[in-house]
């Protein structure tokens, strides 16, 4: 399983959207997945147990350097887009992820 976190500005409407947009991504994918949200100062205490970040450009900034996959799309809430970049995200990194 890995863990993916929709990291926004105030974690609350937008990042929250994504996660069930995520989620549901990940269930149409069999991509064994928990989901989280939080806003970009928030986002330290998840490093420690998050593989995925997915993000907007403008909050890329704020995300500490880690051993996390980032995930920059323009419109987090596109589920067109940020199905595309997680599925080739968790085959190139997380293949034993999908079922």
């Known amino acids: 399983m890995i863990n993916i976190v929709c ?7 937008t990042s929250m959207l994504a996660k069930i947009n995520i989620s549901n991504i990940c269930q149409a994918n069999n991509i064994d997945a928990n ?8 986002v330290m205490s998840f490093l420690p147990m998050t593989d995925v970040i997915i993000t ?13 996959k980032i995930i ?3 419109n987090i809430l596109d589920k067109e887009e940020t199905e595309e ?13 999908i079922g």
Do not use: Q, R, W
């Open 85 to 97: 970049l997680l599925v080739t995200c968790v085959k190139e990194y997380f293949p034993g992820s």
């Open 7 to 13: 990291v926004c500005h105030n974690g609350m409407g």
């Open 56 to 68: 907007t450009p403008e909050i890329v900034e704020f995300i500490p350097k880690s051993d996390v």
């Open 35 to 42: 989901v989280d949200a939080c806003a970009h100062g928030e």
């Open 72 to 74: 920059i799309t323009k």
